[in-house]
């Protein structure tokens, strides 16, 4: 992707289903459960880069004894840094006592990290904050071990201030108005509240306080908590937990925003961001990994148990297309299929804008995002050619000379690797005039790839601000004397901000939002901006279901081809000889690419819940008030 969005996050959860002699056994170590999220956080880190974190649980440790690890880094290789340290403090204890080396049990009573319930944190920083404070897992401690919560996600909510105040009306005192903090406290809340009762019920029954314990953590309903905690967010997420006597639980917003699957066998339960990372880290099948439902939690009890709960009903499903075009792991069988399909359905119009002429065109690609639509586009042109071939040779007929087949078939679409990504550069000198020069030099192009005159197609997954097509790859690109750049977007145009975990708060920021408000400069109708901007402000004491997005009526006067064509202008930097043309993905074809995944509120403008509505008002009134702030 051209221009770096801040996203995502991504988590893994690890039960161990037999003791841990059973891993020493077959495998050769009982920190197997250790290795195989170190495998598991690695395989995810294309949703996280900025902090991760690890915990773990020992299951049965006596009183006196450590039972829960918790490590976590902002560093700027922070997976490896956590298993650096966790490597350190095990070899550490090894070396002190040789002994330990073939006991298992000593290894577990006297290693941290090393147990039968693991969970992992990979975290892009959305709102900008990198400190250690930001980074999951989050713990909520407790000298009962069942009130020990440990909780790690990849989510963002709406209504904040809403979740704060029913925290202050519950007697509570939150030391942050953030969203990872609500989510915990009212998960802890809850969690207080279901032990508190069932110890009292136990006591009625005539057992000391000490046996009450372990009825507490086999009685406990982990559905229930999270039905009555979960009740009134409003948000996309995916949210793991652990607690401190065993319990564990992934549970997921009931549009199914954010993804999340699982996998179960006699040996282990896991659950992730990612199928492919579970297939791999665990070498089983597609099939064999499940996707968890919409409003539905994994529930995975102490004693090993593994259930499905619907935790809240299920709402129209909303999955994040852009998951799909971009966040997610392309090596998903489903997700490169989707991919290469976006690729495919853009070709028409490609087709349009070189006026058929493929014989003095070249395709490529920005590295690295967007090669797998770029292979479904090169794949789309070869069938074009392939149909036209066809023709001729048909026109020809019998009379055909070798000479002229051999013509025909000699025709193929010109593919090269035109932009190449430089290892990141850094800019230290200040001067804004500097700056831009070295920002120029990210990318470099393959000289004479290109003829003279060619017409030069590259496909990106997305166009969101178009900062470093303008800044960078226009300027690099006409380097090579194209006649005309095609800039591709297999996304459509994003319009409306995200507020469910991606970094693209502000309208403003969008280079789509940008050529609309030129369109209305242009067409003499910025009476309209400010009569969007008073619609917006009369709701802004209404309750969310009844709040309109009204940030639609900006963008209905003018055809997705006005707003397109005027998005090439703006980004065609000053100087090109080249004629620029920028041509975005239908949101027809992007909803035939990805079936199971219709969430394109960044496109549309149609949130999947009623906080959305809400935020993009929010985000225009800052647009309209010069307020460089979230809306969230």
């Known amino acids: 992707m051209s221009d770096a969005i801040k996203h995502e996050c991504g988590i893994s959860l690890i039960r161990l289903l037999k003791p841990l002699e059973y891993y020493k056994e ?12 170190y495998l598991m956080m690695e395989k995810q880190h294309n949703r996280g880069q900025d902090g991760a974190g690890f915990a773990s649980i020992k299951l049965d440790m006596q009183p006196g004894e450590r039972y829960m690890s918790r490590v976590r880094s902002a560093q700027q290789q922070p997976i490896q840094d956590i298993f650096d340290q966790i490597n350190a403090r095990i070899n550490s204890v090894l070396a002190e006592n040789p002994e330990y ?18 969970m992992g944190h990979v975290r892009y920083g959305t709102f900008g904050k990198n400190s250690i404070e930001s980074v999951h897992p989050f713990l909520r401690q407790n000298n009962w071990m069942h009130r020990n919560l440990i909780v790690a996600g ?28 609500t989510v915990m406290e009212k998960i802890g809340h809850f969690l207080d509240d279901a032990v508190a009762k069932l ?20 009685r406990l309903n982990v559905g229930k908590i999270l039905k009555k905690a979960s009740k009134n967010w409003d948000g996309g997420y995916t949210i793991g937990g652990l607690l401190g006597h065993g319990d564990a639980f992934v549970i997921r917003d009931p549009a199914g925003i954010r993804p999340a699957y699982y996998y179960q066998d006699d040996e282990v339960a896991v659950v992730a961001s990612e199928r492919p ?14 996707e968890l439902d919409p409003g539905h ?4 009890k102490k004693d090993g148990s593994f259930s499905l709960k619907q935790i809240q009903e299920p709402t129209e499903r909303k999955a994040c297309s852009f998951e799909r075009i971009y966040f997610s792991r392309g090596s998903d069988k489903e997700i490169y299929q989707e991919r290469k399909m976006l690729g495919k359905l853009v070709f028409p119009e490609i087709l349009k804008s070189i006026d058929n002429d493929l014989e003095n065109t070249v395709f490529s690609y920005i590295p690295n995002t967007a090669e797998t639509s770029f292979f479904g586009m090169v794949k789309e042109a070869q069938n074009y050619l392939n149909k036209r071939k066809e023709e001729q040779i048909f026109e020809l007929g019998p009379t055909i000379t070798r000479e002229q087949l051999h013509k025909i078939l000699d025709v193929r679409p010109r593919i090269e690797k035109v932009a190449i990504k430089d290892a990141k550069l850094r800019t230290f000198i200040t001067q804004d005039s500097s700056r831009d020069d070295l920002v120029t030099h990210v990318y470099d192009v393959s000289y004479g790839s290109v003829k003279q005159n060619d017409n030069l197609v590259i496909i990106d997954d997305s166009i969101v601000r178009g900062t470093t097509l303008k800044r960078s790859i226009l300027k690099i690109l006409d380097r090579l004397s194209p006649k005309k750049i095609i800039v591709v977007s297999s996304a459509p145009q994003i319009r409306y901000p995200d507020c469910y975990g991606i970094d693209m708060a502000k309208l403003e920021d969008f280079v789509a939002f940008k050529a609309a408000k030129v369109l209305h400069e242009e067409a003499g109708t910025t009476d309209k901006i400010r009569e969007i901007y008073e619609k917006c ?15 639609k009526e900006f963008y209905a006067p003018f055809t997705a081809q006005q707003i397109s064509k005027k998005i090439a202008e703006i980004l065609s930097p000053e100087g090109i000889r080249a004629e620029v043309d920028i041509i975005y993905q239908s949101i027809e074809s ?36 010069g307020k460089n702030q979230r809306a969230y």
């Open 26 to 37: 077959k495998y050769g170590t009982a920190f197997y459960g250790v290795n195989k999220m």
């Open 101 to 118: 080396e073939n006991d298992v049990a000593m290894q577990k009573r006297h290693i941290p990290y090393i147990g039968e319930l693991l």
């Open 154 to 181: 990849n989510f963002n909510m709406t209504n904040v201030d809403e979740l704060f105040g029913n925290l202050v009306e519950l007697g509570q005192h939150p030391k942050e108005l953030a969203d990872t903090v």
């Open 199 to 218: 110890y009292k019920q136990i006591k009625k029954e005539g057992y000391s306080k000490r046996e009450a314990s372990p009825l507490i953590a086999e």
């Open 277 to 290: 990372a579970i297939q791999t880290v665990f070498n089983v099948q597609y099939e064999d990994v499940k």
């Open 297 to 300: 939690a994994v529930i995975i």
């Open 537 to 551: 402000l009369t709701q802004t004491k209404s309750k969310d279901k009844d709040v309109v997005n009204y940030v």
């Open 590 to 625: 992007l909803h035939a690419a990805c079936p199971k995944n219709l969430g394109d509120w960044y496109f549309t403008g149609n949130y999947p819940t009623p906080g959305g509505n809400r935020v993009v008002n929010r985000a225009f009134i800052n647009f309209f008030e």
